[in-house]
């Protein structure tokens, strides 16, 4: 049996919730198995792991092996340009297989490649302020700086401009759903839709048709938090789904940063309350990057792009802490105006920063 339909078969039993489809796939080693058993088998493995499956026995456990929907679901998506990739897939990503409820299946559109690098979430309210937009702009620029995709859920609002700040940067965001992949929603981000699509990655885990219920958002947010090394939150009142996907993300084992909001506004009482709790504070635009070390990744990247001239006279800087031009004309045994271009370049690259007349390493 193709293992892609059988793990699309499993995703779309209905009557097994996702902790108990990761029990039974790690159980019997896989989805195909799982297809092949008895109801009577998997009913006693059932018995062993869930305390609901006496209640189950009353009226008899049956699973529907009718293929029908999964090819129907690898139909849609095929005709769409969109891939599949299952639980044991090599590709998987391996921070969302440790979760307690991993989907089975996930479809996507884009670069799949993305699922494979370190990524960092970026949420908060639809309802954001002037400031909640420029900060999350700001500081998912700054992670998407360092090559790090920011993964978001493109609701309006905060994410939308998350996704927009990484984006900014020719950095790949992924953009997770509470749809399926064939619906943009809110339909007025159906730009930013599009350019996800092309830039980066839009990715579900419900059937590719799905146009999504209320419940289907919660779900959602465990994914954003299980495929993020880090979560952020820039704007959320204390009982809203930002504030669920910081919980979930501290639930698995995930950094939670917060930025701290006015007092007076209901949409900084989650964030604020979060700091409270021991979330960290993101108090300046670079210390979610420093915190995760980020910043070291950043200046690697940016190391390599220098030129030999470049180098060499960062290196000279780094040595003395803090130089004069002269000395540093005479050192590097660069012309005056030539060092003095290097030092603009190395500045607008905040490599370096000049006090008075002495240059210095940027912090």
């Known amino acids: 049996m193709d293992p892609v339909l059988a793990y699309v078969w499993l995703s779309?039993?209905?009557?097994?919730?996702?902790?108990?489809?990761?029990?039974?796939?790690?159980?019997f080693n896989g989805a195909e198995s799982i297809y092949g058993s008895s109801d009577s088998e998997l009913e006693g493995c059932l018995e062993v792991y869930c305390e609901d499956a006496r209640q189950r026995k009353r009226w008899g456990f049956h699973l529907d092996r009718n293929l029908e929907d999964a090819r129907n679901c690898m139909t849609r998506a095929s005709a769409m340009g969109a891939w599949l990739m299952h639980y044991d897939s090599p590709e998987y990503p391996a921070l969302l297989r440790e979760i307690a409820d991993p989907p089975m299946v996930l479809y996507g559109l884009g670069d799949p490649s993305?699922?494979?690098?370190?990524?960092?979430?970026?949420?908060?309210?639809?309802?954001?302020?002037?400031?909640?937009?420029?900060?999350?702009?700001?500081?998912?620029?700054?992670?998407?700086?360092?090559?790090?995709p920011v993964i978001s859920g493109m609701a309006e609002g905060i994410d939308a401009e998350a996704h927009a700040g990484c984006l900014s940067k020719g950095t790949g965001t992924i953009a997770v759903l509470g749809t399926g992949i064939e619906h943009c929603f809110?339909?007025?981000?159906?730009?930013?839709?599009?350019?996800?699509?092309?830039?980066?990655?839009?990715?579900?885990?419900?059937?590719?048709?799905?146009?999504?219920?209320?419940?289907?958002?919660?779900?959602?947010?465990?994914?954003?938090?299980?495929?993020?090394?880090?979560?952020?939150?820039?704007?959320?009142?204390?009982?809203s789904g930002s504030?669920?996907?910081?919980?979930?993300?501290?639930?698995?084992?995930?950094?939670?940063?917060?930025?701290?909001?006015?007092?007076?506004?209901?949409?900084?009482?989650?964030?604020?309350?979060?700091?409270?709790?021991?979330?960290?504070?993101?108090?300046?635009?670079?210390?979610?990057?420093?915190?995760?070390g980020l910043s070291s990744q950043r200046d690697q990247r940016?190391?390599?792009?220098?030129?030999?001239?470049?180098?060499?006279?960062?290196?000279?800087?780094?040595?003395?802490?803090?130089?004069?031009?002269?000395?540093?004309?005479?050192?590097?045994?660069?012309?005056?105006?030539?060092?003095?271009?290097?030092?603009?370049?190395?500045e607008l690259k905040g490599l370096l920063q000049t006090s008075g007349t002495k240059i210095v390493v940027a912090k």
Not at 13 to 27: A, W
Not at 244 to 263: H, K, S, W
């Open 243 to 292: 504030m669920i996907t910081a919980g979930l993300a501290a639930e698995q084992g995930r950094d939670v940063f917060a930025v701290p909001g006015n007092i007076n506004q209901p949409n900084s009482a989650g964030v604020n309350r979060l700091i409270y709790d021991g979330a960290y504070p993101i108090t300046d635009l670079d210390t979610a990057a420093a915190a995760l």
């Open 114 to 148: 993305l699922l494979l690098r370190r990524g960092i979430a970026v949420v908060g309210t639809r309802r954001a302020s002037s400031y909640g937009r420029w900060a999350a702009f700001q500081i998912a620029a700054r992670i998407a700086e360092c090559g790090t």
């Open 12 to 27: 779309c039993c209905s009557n097994l919730n996702r902790r108990t489809k990761k029990f039974l796939v790690e159980l």
């Open 302 to 346: 940016l190391r390599e792009s220098l030129s030999a001239e470049e180098m060499r006279v960062m290196d000279i800087v780094k040595r003395e802490g803090m130089i004069s031009r002269e000395s540093l004309c005479t050192q590097a045994g660069i012309a005056a105006a030539s060092v003095a271009s290097l030092v603009t370049i190395l």
């Open 186 to 239: 809110p339909a007025s981000n159906r730009k930013l839709y599009r350019q996800i699509r092309q830039e980066g990655l839009i990715l579900s885990e419900f059937k590719p048709e799905e146009r999504g219920y209320a419940s289907y958002f919660p779900l959602r947010n465990r994914v954003i938090s299980g495929l993020s090394s880090a979560v952020v939150v820039v704007e959320g009142a204390e009982k």
